[in-house]
């Protein structure tokens, strides 16, 4: 869900359009669209890649990374430079 949340609003407040952030990020813009509506998700380098574009703060990075492995912030390992 933070995934959709973070989406909406970075193409809100950037005026960013689907394609263009799919552009940036080597992804079709009906792929944003399926994150932005939850309907898939990510792989670990496409999110690396969406993490960058959007600069992303490390709050948000650990967040999407726990939501995308399915674990708690907390069981993240220090060593993934989230902190």
């Known amino acids: 869900m933070e995934l959709q949340q973070a ?5 809100k407040h950037s005026g ?12 079709s813009h009906q792929t944003i669209r399926n994150w932005k509506r939850g309907r898939t998700k990510p792989d670990s380098g496409q999110l690396l890649a969406l993490l960058n574009a959007v600069r992303a703060d490390a709050t948000l990075r650990r967040s999407l990374w726990a939501e995308l492995l399915d674990v708690k912030t907390s ?3 220090s060593v993934m430079g989230l902190e």
């Open 7 to 11: 989406l909406n609003a970075y193409l």
């Open 16 to 27: 960013e359009t689907h394609a263009s952030l799919g552009d940036h990020i080597g992804v």
């Open 75 to 77: 069981d993240l390992p």
